[in-house]
């Protein structure tokens, strides 16, 4: 089972960017599906982006409310995946969680049986 612990959360102004991380311990990293799922307060775990395979092939995704806006990269070297947020709003606002899966991606948080701590994003306008 791998395990995950995120870093890089914080309070930034509207506008702002934040990177988090997620560095996961264990070995064959490469071969997990990485996800990115915020929750605000009284919300459901939503999703936010995933990096991974999606039928044989090397695959991002992204919610469409972070396209354009968020990326989701990989260092394998590391064991690590990145959320870079540009132009963030007030609305992304949350805890945000890194988690996996093996191999493929998947946009479901039930889909993932590995997951952070959490770490918290807040946006002022």
């Known amino acids: 089972q791998v395990q995950l612990v995120e870093s890089g959360g914080g309070l930034v102004q509207a506008g702002g960017s934040l990177r988090l991380a997620c560095e996961a311990s264990?070995?064959?990293?490469?071969?997990?599906?990485m996800g990115w799922f915020r929750q605000a307060p009284g919300k459901e775990r939503e999703f936010v982006a995933t990096?991974?395979?999606?039928?044989?092939?090397?695959?991002?995704g992204y919610a469409d409310s972070v396209k354009g806006r968020f990326t989701i990269s990989r260092d394998s070297a590391k064991n690590t995946v990145y959320l870079q947020m540009n132009m963030l709003k007030p609305m992304d606002t949350a805890i945000y969680y890194c988690?996996?899966?093996?191999?493929?991606?998947?946009?479901?948080?039930?889909?993932?049986?590995?997951w952070g701590q959490g770490t918290q994003v807040t946006v002022s306008s």
């Open positions: 988690a996996a899966r093996p191999w493929t991606t998947a946009t479901s948080p039930s889909s993932y049986n590995a």
């Open positions: 264990g070995r064959s990293f490469s071969n997990y599906a």
């Open positions: 990096i991974g395979t999606r039928s044989g092939n090397p695959y991002t």
